[in-house]
């Protein structure tokens, strides 16, 4: 029987155990934090309708559980310098699955968990890997006091993973010199209307960027700065622009963010033992939410390459689409930070013809979230 070894109890890490259980392989999870952790800020709020069909199709329930549990704003809409010049409202979601569900990591994390323990998924908490190896019949990971083996590990250790790095694997590509402030405010008493708004140029904070973006029990606000001197200042003191933004809202978390644009070099080792899923994979930056939600994409064709017997074509189907979502995520980055006069110029006469040629407004919309990436799954 084929036993799997999952690393990491991060929300991929999760998805990889409920898929595993589903196909009736032998698991275990090692976790290096405690069971009881509090796992801090909104983080991955956006659970795209795929993500929730695969949750649900591992462990029935759960894609409609999240998707109740979450919020699906009603509109979304885009200004400039204080000035509408976008504005979308959807219409009624058809079918089961809404077409989203915004809320916050941890509620997703807590779902996954208890469905775990549902369907009695071993897992070790408080247990660091230190390290991992790989031969043709199987792989084993160590920690503190011995080794956990297996027929095949699924790495899923997030970002600064020991066990790619352990199987020598590199994580390559760059990170942005710009910073983002990210804080999450708790729901004013009298809630504002659920919708995504964009702000190029906010008034209130000197022209910066503002995405402001709904979810179960608040929002999220990521504010563009311009480097690291800036966001420690903005992040040092946010109640002092957040009213102006989001008014009457209270300040629950705050942190900045670099953004990374980084792929592994190969998504599995050399034996074909050790498969590499989530951000131990690949780090985009958020726009277009394809993070979370490529790392679930991930997480279940690990599984099935590993009962199915194509853990190199996983690591090829699964290296292309990060590669693709790292790009496409790299372009609406790109555009927010409009380095280059062109881009400048571009985004300026868009916001002047807005008014009167809606398309306009809808590219300054969507390019923030970069092209839609078709033929491949997030
Ligand atoms: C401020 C912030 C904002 C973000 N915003 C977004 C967003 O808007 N949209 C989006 O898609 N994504 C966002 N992300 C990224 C998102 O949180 C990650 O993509 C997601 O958590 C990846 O899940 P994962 O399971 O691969 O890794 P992780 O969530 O990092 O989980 C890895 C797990 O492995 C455990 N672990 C690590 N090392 C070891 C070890 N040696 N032994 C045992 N266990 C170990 C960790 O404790 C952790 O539980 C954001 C992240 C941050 C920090």
Request: some cysteine; overall charge positive.
């Amino acid at each position: 029987m084929r036993r799997l070894v999952i690393v990491g109890a991060g929300p991929v890490g999760l998805t990889a155990a409920l898929a595993a259980h589903h196909r009736g392989l032998d698991v275990s999870v090692v976790e290096a934090d405690p069971r009881a952790r509090v796992r801090p800020g909104s983080r991955a709020i956006f659970v795209h309708r795929e993500s929730l069909r695969l949750l649900d199709r591992i462990s029935p329930g759960l894609g409609l559980e999240l998707a109740d549990l979450g919020l699906v704003w009603g509109a979304k809409r885009t200004l400039w310098a204080g000035r509408e010049v976008y504005e979308r409202v959807y219409g009624p979601t058809r079918g089961p699955f809404p077409p989203f569900s915004s809320l916050p990591q941890s509620l997703l994390e807590e779902r996954l968990r208890r469905a775990c323990d549902r369907a009695g998924v071993r897992v070790h908490w408080g247990v660091r890997v230190t390290g991992a190896v790989s031969g043709p019949d199987g792989a084993a990971v160590r920690t503190g006091d011995g080794r956990i083996e297996g027929t095949h590990v699924i790495a899923a250790d997030g970002a600064r993973s020991v066990v790619r790095d352990s199987v020598g694997i590199a994580l390559a590509g760059s990170s942005s010199g710009t910073d983002f402030v990210v804080v999450d405010v708790h729901d004013a008493q009298r809630p504002l209307k659920a919708e995504r708004v964009l702000h190029y140029r906010h008034p209130a904070v000197d022209g910066r960027n503002v995405l402001l973006v709904p979810f179960r029990g608040g929002w999220r606000i990521d504010l563009q700065c311009a480097g690291e001197r800036e966001s420690a200042a903005f992040a040092a003191d946010p109640d002092a622009w957040v009213a102006d933004v989001l008014p009457g809202h209270r300040v629950a978390w705050v942190s900045r963010y670099r953004f990374h644009q980084r792929v592994a070099e190969r998504f599995a080792d050399g034996h074909g033992r050790v498969l590499l899923a989530g951000d131990a994979a690949h780090l985009f930056p958020p726009f277009g939410a394809r993070g979370m939600n490529s790392g679930v994409a991930d997480a279940v064709a690990a599984v099935d390459a590993v009962v199915e017997g194509g853990v190199q074509e996983y690591a090829t189907r699964r290296r292309a689409a990060a590669v693709a979502n790292c790009a496409a995520a790299g372009r609406a980055c790109a555009h927010l930070l409009a380095r280059r006069w062109p881009e400048r110029v571009r985004q300026r006469a868009a916001a002047l013809v807005a008014p009167v040629w809606e398309p306009a407004g809808r590219w300054l919309d969507t390019a923030a979230f970069g092209p839609r990436v078709h033929r491949v799954r997030y």
